[in-house]
T-cell receptor, first 114, second 114 residues
Framework: GAGVSQTPSNKVTEKGKYVELRCDPISGHTALYWYRQSLGQGPEFLIYFQGTGAADDSGLPNDRFFAVRPEGSVSTLKIQRTERGDSAVYLC????????????FGPGTRLTVL | GESVGLHLPTLSVQEGDNSIINCAYSNSASDYFIWYKQESGKGPQFIIDIRSNMDKRQGQRVTVLLNKTVKHLSLQIAATQPGDSAVYFCAENTLNFGNEKLTFGTGTRLTIIP
């Protein structure tokens, strides 16, 4: 079946701009996650959704980052007033029920802030 | 703080040989471990997992070994192929309800020499 998909695959923006990154999880997966991956590093946790609600947003670096999942399926990660340090690959993952399950990752969105 | 790390950042192996990738973890509460493979430009791909009540688990050409005494995890890939070239991450999780958190190590780059 279809895996996790993310759009766009690449996003280039200017410092100070607003961006939205989209994630389509595997159909029927209740749990959804956002991670950030810098070059040469492992993915870093940002936020975890259980259904429509953010069950754990402890990984969001500051209040410029926000994510929503209004219908419990598609999620959007929103970054306001982007900074050069936000440049990274943003990965989305989903799992059937909870964080105790195996997480399946999408291809990521490479964000470059000029 | 608690962390997951890897002993070797790079590893080159002749095609057809076996490879071993090592990982150390320090969180004694971790009870679920996963190996992910990440190819260039793609998201992490689940390879194999193991729970703390086991010390060995085998898949197709892959074996994961867990030594809880020394908090060490390894991934063995048999008869390596060019398609095995990638970055490999170990990740740890806890299965305690409400405390689950997937934490990744830095990664090891495996290169298969034809």
């Amino acid at each position: 079946g279809a895996g996790v998909s993310q759009t766009p695959s690449n996003k280039v923006t200017e410092k100070g701009k607003y961006v939205e990154l989209r994630c389509d999880p595997i159909s029927g997966h209740t749990a959804l996650y956002w991670y950030r991956q810098s070059l040469g590093q492992g993915p870093e946790f940002l936020i975890y959704f259980q259904g429509t609600g953010a069950a754990d947003d402890s990984g969001l670096p500051n209040d410029r980052f926000f994510a929503v999942r209004p219908e419990g399926s598609v999620s959007t990660l929103k970054i306001q007033r982007t900074e050069r340090g936000d440049s990274a690959v943003y990965l989305c993952a989903s799992s059937p029920y909870s964080r105790a399950d195996t997480q399946y990752f999408g291809p990521g969105t490479r964000l470059t802030v000029l | 703080g608690e962390s997951v790390g890897l002993h070797l950042p790079t590893l080159s192996v002749q095609e057809g040989d076996n490879s071993i990738i090592n990982c150390a973890y320090s969180n004694s509460a971790s009870d679920y471990f996963i190996w992910y493979k990440q190819e260039s430009g793609k998201g992490p791909q689940f390879i194999i997992d193991i729970r703390s009540n086991m010390d060995k688990r085998q898949g197709q050409r892959v074996t994961v070994l867990l030594n809880k005494t020394v908090k060490h995890l390894s991934l063995q890939i048999a008869a390596t192929q060019p398609g095995d070239s990638a970055v490999y991450f170990c990740a740890e999780n806890t299965l305690n309800f409400g405390n689950e958190k997937l934490t990744f190590g830095t990664g090891t780059r495996l290169t298969i020499i034809p």
